[in-house]
């Protein structure tokens, strides 16, 4: 099945830190969705994106929807140690009801 | 709250063994996925299925079975458990991709380790 190129692998960075992740395709996808998965946890639904350029935001979080529609960006403002987890991309391309999930970017927050 | 609840948290297995992971949600969902984690690998799909008494291979089926007897139940069965199946695995489930603002809720995941 296609993977979604995620990058980077992991983070360390300091509290107050901003943060900055992103997820890539080889192919055109209608929808991109951004998960946070906690130790030993499922995953969370952050942020969904349905439209090309569109940006959305939860709290700290922003997240866009690449106007290549092959890409998505997340980025995490002023860190804060609860941030602390592992962050997954999904996306949807324009055929099927398939979704394909990143490998994961794996983010430390050092107090 | 919606709720995909999977049975167990940590499970320890023999090999050989045969394996029930059970996962249950209670949205009314059609669409339900058992997916596996690995370090490195992300989420692989195992198997999903879109309607009641329906399944589909995913990517990764060899050595699993599945069950959807019910809407709101999906069953994994490891028929004979082996050691490259030590992972955690994820249940999900979905709304279907017609409706506005669909998105997949997991449920907290299944440890399974085989010695």
């Known amino acids: 099945g296609q993977q979604l190129n995620q990058s980077p692998q992991s983070m360390f960075i300091q509290e107050g830190e901003d943060v900055s992740m992103n997820c890539t395709s080889s192919s055109i996808f209608n929808t991109w969705l951004w998960y946070k998965q906690d130790p030993g946890e499922g995953p969370v639904l952050l942020i969904a994106?349905?439209?090309?350029?569109e940006l959305t935001s939860n709290g700290r979080l922003t997240a866009q929807f690449g106007i290549t529609r092959k890409d998505s960006f997340l980025n995490i403002s002023a860190s804060i140690p609860s941030d602390v987890g592992i962050y997954f991309c999904?996306?949807?391309?324009?055929?099927?009801?398939?979704?394909?999930f990143g490998t994961g970017t794996s983010l430390t927050v050092i107090p | 709250d919606v709720k995909v609840t999977q049975s167990s948290r940590y499970l320890v297995k023999r090999t050989g063994e045969k394996v029930f992971l059970e996962c249950v949600q209670d949205?009314?969902?059609?669409?339900m996925f058992w997916y596996r984690q690995d370090p490195g690998l992300g989420l692989r799909l195992i198997y999903f299925s879109y309607d009641v008494k329906m399944k589909e291979k995913g990517d990764i089926p060899e050595g699993y079975s599945v069950s959807r007897e019910k809407k709101e139940r999906f069953s994994l069965i490891l028929e004979s458990a082996s050691t490259n199946q030590t992972s955690m695995y994820l249940c999900?489930?979905?709304?279907?991709?017609?409706?506005?603002?669909?998105?997949?809720?997991f449920g907290s995941g299944t440890r399974l380790t085989v010695v």
């Open positions: 999900a489930s979905r709304t279907p991709v017609e409706v506005t603002n669909y998105g997949y809720t």
């Open positions: 949205m009314d969902h059609e669409n």
């Open positions: 994106l349905y439209k090309a350029g």
């Open positions: 999904a996306g949807k391309p324009n055929t099927g009801n398939q979704f394909y």
